[in-house]
């Protein structure tokens, strides 16, 4: 990156040149929101959270009640209402407004951490790639969605991220534990605590999960019940997994084969084997990078096979894409970095939010490239040709590539790194290796 020195030292010009962009797309998006609430600020998910909350404290039925005026299901675990039953004391505009900022903040922290993982040191001009990095994350097609409905991942991803880049000592592992805890996806970082041989974290981890579950079943005995022993595999209630915004394998697959309903078995097993496959590809790249030095890289690669082997990921879940970009744009590694900047610049083109036309006369608005697809009806998936295609299985077909990319690219420098190692001629004998106190090595070092 220009502006920076070999060991990490970011030019302090950055700051000014982050603030005033930060500013900038912080206002433009303020007033595209204010302008249309509906489109930007419907909070919708922030809603089935607080009614979730509020179901918990008043002994109401938490997952047979539904929520919001379009009667949405509560479809998390009984810890996630217990931690919303707090904001649901206070009233609906204060929690909306405490969300945007606590979303807005946490994905700066994100990106903050990444960098400081990757080897920018803090001084002025850390802060000022941050601002700039975050001020085009900002209009990113999933950060976008994630701000409209109020949604909890960036907050997830923090939990996640701090704990595994920040927090040393006793207490890590508890941010994933957390995380998991709150919402299953994030569980696939149990494993990967593991085959790092991170044995500590990992028992935090499971100890804290395990934890969170007994207080639900200590607390709310029947909510936990009726979660554990039959919604928790119960995907249905999330949402049609075949929409368009369900960007994973699962979605994928169904839209590919047709199956609307979501029961075929020919699909659930492509859906499972192929999902196989991405974590364990996900999971043995990631403890690659791991192995090198590559925290953040492991992370956000773990982060995207969770993302893609989940029965449903819906386009905001995919906030993850902001660390795995500056992972691969911003990494002082030399190996394959045109690949990787490359690669990046692809995945940013295809996450942001470009304009597109509001409708006759009303001007344009950021879009994501996937609601560019014909999905109005179901028939529209099958009838998806060429472009269509791409557009609308975007998000699932950049994961899967990059994954093949990056895991590509490091069986290439393990090779090569095995080859260079059986070139090297073998080492002379002990024996004829003469000692560091030999006197006739003394005398020629002294002259």
Known sequence: MRGSSGDGVLAGTWLPVGIAAAAVSAALWNELASRYPSTYRSFLDLGVYLGGGRALLDGHGLYTDSYTHVHLPFTYPPFAAM????????????????MELATLGGLLLVIWLTLGNLGYRGNAGRPGVALLVWSVA???????????????????????????????????GVGVGFAAAFKLVPA?????????????AAVVAVTTLAATIGISFLLFPIEARQYWSGLFFDSTRIGSAHYLGNQSIHGFVLRRLGDVSG?????????????????LLALATARWHHNRGHESLAIALVG??????????????????????????????????????????VLLAAFLAWPAPRGPGLGTEPM?????????????????????????ELYTLAGVVTLLVLAGSAGLTWWRERGAQGEQPPMPPMSGLRSSTDPSLKSYAEQ
């Open 83 to 98: 931690v919303f039953s707090v904001p649901a004391h206070f009233s609906f505009p204060t929690v909306e407004h405490g």
């Open 138 to 172: 900002l209009w990113s097609e999933p950060m976008l969605q994630t701000l409209k409905f109020g949604q909890v991942n960036v907050l997830l991803m923090l939990a996640v991220v701090v704990d595994l880049t920040a927090v040393r000592g006793r207490f890590r």
């Open 188 to 200: 696939i970082f149990l494993p990967y605590l593991l085959i790092t041989r991170q044995w500590a």
């Open 263 to 279: 029961v075929s078995s020919t699909s659930q097993v492509w859906w499972i084997l192929t999902a196989g496959a991405v974590v």
């Open 304 to 345: 995207l096979g969770g993302l893609l082997a989940s029965p449903i990921s819906w386009s905001h879940h995919w906030v993850w894409i902001a660390p795995l970009l500056l992972a691969l744009g911003l990494s002082r590694d030399r190996h394959h970095r045109v690949v990787r900047v490359s690669l990046a610049l």
């Open 368 to 392: 994501g490239l996937i609601w560019r697809a014909p999905y109005s009806t179901d028939h529209d998936y099958a009838a998806w040709h060429g472009w269509q295609f791409v557009l609308g």
